[in-house]
């Protein structure tokens, strides 16, 4: 069978394996591909392998042989499901492989937001300390995490481990989510409607999927809403947020910094807001992107193509 892999090289830069895809059919692998190459590339394949690369209805439609589409992510906006559906194309995703790793990368933010490390190192490599007039110092305000309020905007795996590394901290959490089953173990959580969630909480991240009921839910009314000393960090998609209004609460004082790992465009353009705005650490997208988890998401991905030529799909999301 004929497998194409549009957009490998952000998966497997060159540290892992394709030895077991290969083994599982005919197989050309693209580190990247362009719009315009998309059915060229693809026009014989019966499988489909794709990252960030669309697969709009157009394009899925111009593809005959095609019978499968794996996508090497959690989310999947990628693909128009619906036009995959309607020729019987099976969809996969692959789930919870990046949840540790994501948690982990919400807490380096916060902490980083908090102590300012790379600031402080910098200043003791600058000479500082070894000319300050005191064994200690900082030059920015520190904060303890203990007794503060972390508002989670999505309960989903990741959100879930976020909450148990916050309950580690001796943190509050209050959480919102379209399903909020009842949580017995967990100390010091509540559910909470979105006001409150963003009135109430130090630091408010989210966790939730790309939906046109998300899409820019953090704007300027609801950055208004939040504490003049709270911290945004945005781990999920990139457009949730407002760019622009985030920008503006942050250089007006309206919140105290943020953490960022998605953006609207990415790469970013070069004018985007967030590039020149105050206190915002912005990384690239690279939550998910652990060894560990990379090796989790070739495995599961792998096991979604060979479950389908076993004619046993798992992990599909066009039902």
Not at 85 to 102: C, E, L, Q
Request: glycine content about 6%; aromatic content about 6%; proline content about 5%.
């Amino acid at each position: 069978m004929k497998i194409v892999v549009l957009d490998g090289y952000t998966l497997n830069p060159g540290d892992l394996s394709w030895e077991r895809l290969l083994s599982l059919g005919e197989v050309e692998l693209y580190d990247r591909t362009p719009a315009g190459k998309i059915i060229e590339r693809s026009i014989e394949a019966e499988i489909l392998i794709t990252n960030k690369t669309a697969l709009p209805a157009e394009t899925i439609n111009s593809l005959p042989k095609l019978k499968y589409i794996g996508v090497l992510a959690t989310g999947y906006n990628v693909v128009d499901t619906a036009a995959a559906k309607s020729r019987g194309i099976i969809v996969t995703n692959v789930p919870s492989y990046s949840t540790m790793s994501v948690a982990q990368l919400v807490f380096a933010l916060i902490l980083e937001l908090c102590h300012h490390i790379q600031r402080h190192s910098d200043s003791v490599h600058e000479g500082k300390w070894a000319g300050s007039a005191d064994f200690s110092y900082w030059n920015s305000p520190l904060i303890e995490l203990s007794g503060k309020t972390l508002g989670i905007i999505g309960f989903g795996n990741i959100g879930k481990k976020v909450t148990d590394i916050a309950t580690v901290f001796g943190m509050n959490v209050i959480a919102m989510s379209r399903n909020q089953g009842e949580q017995p173990d967990r100390k010091n959580f509540r559910w909470v409607e979105i006001d409150e969630l963003l009135e109430q909480s130090d630091f408010v991240s989210l966790h939730c999927p790309l939906t046109p009921e998300t899409k820019g839910l953090i704007n300027a009314a609801s950055l208004e809403k939040m504490k003049s000393s709270s911290f945004l960090i945005n781990t999920s998609r990139g457009p949730v947020v407002v760019e622009q209004d985030l920008t503006d609460a942050l250089n007006n004082g309206s919140i105290a910094g943020a953490g960022i790992d998605v953006l609207s465009l990415e790469p970013p353009s070069k004018d985007n807001p967030l590039l020149k705005a105050k206190n915002c650490i912005i990384t690239p997208h690279f939550a998910w992107a652990t060894k560990e988890a990379r090796v989790r998401l070739m495995d599961i991905a792998e096991n979604n193509v060979d479950a389908f030529l076993r004619g046993k799909p798992v992990n599909v999301v066009n039902l």
